[in-house]
């Protein structure tokens, strides 16, 4: 997607090794947003950045720390991944707080953690 | 926190047949309602969205109605056309107070048969 690029976009690890996503934006959005993807849950919130050095948890926010140093980076950190942790993962920013634009979303991050 | 539920989890239909989409959501509060259509091997991409002062939004063979009594919203696309299919999500959010959190429903995922 224009503006927004996430990498690596497919990752295997084995379990118990850190693991770091990055997502890139050059929209120069305020707001970034780490989701994962499994069947049968959709979208579910990790963390979310309303600003550099602003971050905070969202739903599903075990197991993972992020940081945003700068406001096009959103880094997203698996401290010591697990089975559970392989997923489809999704960066998205927004502008005016997802009101009225909504979401852009990056390609995607493949994780497999073996 | 907000809960949204999507209902068929898979759909299938005749090119050229309607398709429906339904969402419920818990927050009496949330008041903006996007739909983003995943291709496969790609990030969602917005569709369209409504918010909770309209009651009905129209965009060519697509369109999204709003209950806000009942807390439920639909997508309605007409004439599907092959590739319509997708898999389709909805979401809901409190705009201009949860920065921008969106809470997705499960996905839906539509085929539209030649």
């Known amino acids: 997607d224009a503006g927004i690029t996430q990498s690596p976009r497919h990752k295997v690890t084995e379990t118990g090794t850190p693991v770091t996503l990055r997502c890139h934006q050059t929209?120069?959005?305020?707001?970034m947003y780490w989701y994962r993807q499994d069947p049968g849950h959709g979208l579910r919130l990790i963390h979310y950045?309303?600003?550099?050095?602003?971050?905070d948890k969202g739903e599903v926010s075990d197991g993972y720390s992020v940081s945003r140093s700068k406001t096009e980076d959103f880094l997203l950190t698996l401290e010591s991944a697990t089975s559970s942790q392989t997923s489809v993962y999704f960066c998205?920013?927004?502008?005016?707080?997802?009101?009225?634009?909504?979401?852009?979303f990056g390609s995607g991050t493949r994780l497999t953690v073996v | 926190g907000e809960n949204v539920e999507q209902h068929p989890s898979t759909l299938s239909v005749q090119e050229g047949d309607s398709a429906v989409i339904k969402c419920t959501y818990s927050d009496s509060a949330s008041n903006y309602f996007p739909w983003y259509k995943q291709e496969l091997g790609k990030g969602p991409q917005l569709i369209i969205d409504?918010?909770?002062?309209?009651g009905e939004k129209k965009d060519q063979r697509i369109a999204v109605t709003l209950n806000k009594t009942a807390k439920h919203f639909s997508l309605h696309i007409t004439e599907t056309q092959p590739e319509d299919s997708a898999v389709y999500f909805c979401?809901?959010?409190?705009?201009?107070?949860?920065?921008?959190?969106?809470?997705f429903g499960q996905g839906t995922i539509l085929t539209v048969h030649p």
């Open positions: 929209e120069n959005h305020r707001y």
């Open positions: 409504i918010r909770s002062n309209v």
């Open positions: 998205a920013i927004s502008e005016v707080q997802g009101a009225r634009y909504g979401y852009t």
């Open positions: 950045s309303y600003g550099v050095k602003d971050t």
């Open positions: 979401a809901a959010s409190k705009s201009g107070t949860s920065y921008g959190k969106l809470t």
